[in-house]
């Protein structure tokens, strides 16, 4: 079964998670501002889209899945 994601930009991101949920320094420091690309797994594994390749950047933890799918209007896919 491959991974599934849901595609997001930073300023969604910040949209979607609560106070806590995130360390927004180490997000920062990975290079993500509000029109990066960014795809989130049904684990809350964040990563950013770079030139050639995607880099994990963070996790979320809690109960993220029902306000990502809701902010974002997308499903998980592939």
Do not use: Y
């Amino acid at each position: 079964m491959k991974t599934q994601f849901i595609e997001l930009t930073g300023k969604t991101l910040l949209d979607v998670v609560n106070e806590g949920e995130i360390d927004f320094k180490q997000l920062h420091d990975a290079g993500v501002v509000g029109d990066s690309i960014l795809r989130i797994n049904p684990h809350g594994e964040i990563e950013l889209r770079c030139k050639s390749k995607w880099m994990l950047v963070g996790g979320l933890i809690g109960s993220f899945e029902e306000r990502l799918t809701e902010l974002t209007g997308l499903d998980w896919a592939e």
